[in-house]
């Protein structure tokens, strides 16, 4: 038993909580939201802002340990719940995932291709990044992106007014576009023991900027990529002393694997290992943050494809509880369109 704190009040908060209570710990939210998906299944909550340093501290005082299911928090604030209890994954994680130009350079000092970038936080610094770059290419904000969010893409140099528009004001960063033929994403736990487990690598298909599918086993060509992404990915959670899931995204091309970017976190595309793997992401994030051996994470059948259902797609949901094999995930959201309100997971 235990008392498990979790900052964010999200649906990988709230699938974390369900794997948690499955090993017999109780869940403790922390979130700016009165409820949501995580609040909703744990045993007690509490309403802060993600920079109140002294509602954190009283929180982190009710808890046996703490992590986080949310990037886009400060880590600043989050030193007053590391100094009370074990916080996991490391803060260094945290601050390297939530600025694109750290956590670049940092997964090239370990050894990962990136596309070529180059800092444009401001009008002119843009133009000078697209002759540094070069087109097409994306300028995305530095912080704070989620679901393909604060991007616009470049076609010409013709195009940087319009993506001034779009993104300027924020730090920034100017990417070449990758020509990939697919993407997919590592996935691994770290124990506090420094053991590393991989699930397979799920193939990611996005619809307008949100994944839309992952499947698993993924293609021969992305297999390909497999040996090299996944010591790059050992090499980054080694580098952080990670505890816990940490994701990692690739592109696959002819040259190899090219790191776009890292969560340290559980993910989306790892939805599927709930039913499709024998350990799922978050019960060996529970097992890492709570220093319990890793599980397998073999694979139940021959694979598993993992759909979300964005806005209205859950409306759906009877076709899906009728479907034999379709695993229903919804998280109790109000229909938003763009919003990951569930996902359905068919194993194959
Ligand atoms: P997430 O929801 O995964 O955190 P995000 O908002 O942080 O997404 P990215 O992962 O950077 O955004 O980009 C979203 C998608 O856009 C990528 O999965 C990929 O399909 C495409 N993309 C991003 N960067 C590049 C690039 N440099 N070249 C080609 N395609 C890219
Ligand atoms: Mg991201
Ligand atoms: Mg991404």
Redesign the pocket.
Known sequence: GGMIGIIGGGQLGRMLAMAAAQLGYRCHVYSPEASGPATEVSAAWTQGRYDDRDKLAAFAASVDVATYEFENVAADPLEAVAAAVPLYPPLVALRTAQDRIVEKRFAAAQGART?AWAEAGSRERLNAALAAVGTPA?L?TVRF???????ARLQTAADADAAWRTIGGQPAIL????A?ER?FSVILARGADGSIVHWDAAE?R?RD???DTSTVPAHADIIACLPEARATAERIADALDYIGVVSV?F?ATADGAVF??M?PRVH?SGHWTIEGAETSQFENHIRAICGLPLGSTALTRSGATMTNLIGDDALRWPDYLAESGAHLHLYGKAVRAGRKMGHVTRLI
Request: aromatic share 14%; net charge negative; no cysteine.
């Open positions: 596309a994306i995305k992106g989620y679901d393909g969010k604060g991007q990417e070449g576009f990758v990939f993407e990611n996005h900027g949100i994944l995204e592109f776009n970017e969560a989306n």
